[in-house]
């Protein structure tokens, strides 16, 4: 006499998956080049003249706040049900245009705090990170010059290093930059933003020296591709995903780039991938903790950030200036984002 299955068992088996969904919660992390993120006083300290009512680009209180809630709702429009964990920023100009950013009432929730450090770029355009105490644990943070041998004058944008704790109790490392650009020329730029990769790399090599168990994100806008030296031979961040050790790390958007011919920022026509997200080994396909998928670097391209360019035929990130011109855009890159979970 055959035994029949109880419902219970069937409906318990079917719901299983449903269950374990549940239990995954999430970790957004959000890269974003904001285009010159500056208020509208003259500094004197740092070059900002055309960035101020006065000033050539005629910058006004009110340019400035379609600006930020233009990035608010650009944050609000990546995926998932809550507000991204981190926010690496690049181009801001100081702390207070943040604090501006974060008293826009569709980003209060997040109960945000700021981590910013003035550098040493002459016209005062930093790095910074955001992040939701409850899901990021903030132990300290630096500020990194970049060395540079050949050209000891030259001032270089810092990298920004913050140490906490992941979601998981992991140690977790967050690494904000934003390189040389290829202002002047790819080739002829390219020695800066390799010094920037080796300063980089030094740092993660003494964090191999004197810890373990770590975990490593990567974030900004290199201006460089995944496939340039200063990422694949500076950084030995690539795409390889057996036998992968450690000191070696993994280019969330190399494929994205190589194979898919996708960018976050367009050069007369041509996307260009200069905005990237690398990870330590420790952070990929784990069982427990902390985690991601080898292809989970998204770009965010909704239609309202985007514009038509006739010269082009294509759809174009929308800038706030191009030139002199004012044309109310969040931004000429567009912002990646990685969703781990644990």
Sequence with gaps: MKKSIPITAILLVALLPLLSQKNVKSFMVVSYNVENLFDTINSPVFDDDEFTPSGSKNWTYDRYEEKLDNLVEVFRSIPGKELPAVIGLAEVENRGVLEDLLRIRRLRKGKYEIIHEDG???????CALLYRPELFKYKSHEYIPVEDPV??????????????????????????????????????????????????????????????????IILG??????????????????????????????????????????????????????????????????????????????????DWMMFESEK???????????????????????PVYVEFTW
């Design 151 to 216: 050209d000891p004058d030259y001032l270089h944008r810092g990298i920004l290093h913050v140490k906490g704790n992941g979601p998981d109790g992991s140690s977790l490392h967050i690494f904000m930059n934003h390189w040389k650009s290829r202002s002047g020329g790819e080739k002829e730029t390219e020695r800066k933003r390799m010094f920037s990769s080796i300063t980089l790399r030094k740092q993660l090599d003494m964090l191999l020296a004197r810890e373990s168990g770590f975990k490593v």
């Design 312 to 334: 082009y035929g294509a759809a174009l990130p929308s800038a706030t200036y191009g030139g002199p011109q004012y044309y109310g855009g969040p931004s000429d890159h567009l």
């Design 221 to 302: 806008d290199f201006n460089d591709e995944p496939t340039n030296k200063s990422i694949t031979n500076g950084l030995s961040a690539m795409n390889k995903r057996k036998n992968i050790e450690m000191g070696e790390y993994y280019n969330l958007f190399y494929d994205l780039h190589n194979i898919g011919n996708n960018g976050t920022y367009n050069y007369q026509g041509t996307w260009n991938m200069l905005d990237q997200v690398i990870i330590s080994y420790t952070l990929l396909n784990q069982k427990h903790g902390l985690t991601t998928g080898y292809e989970s670097g998204q770009i965010l391209k909704e």
């Design 120 to 126: 040493d770029d002459p016209r005062g355009i930093e």
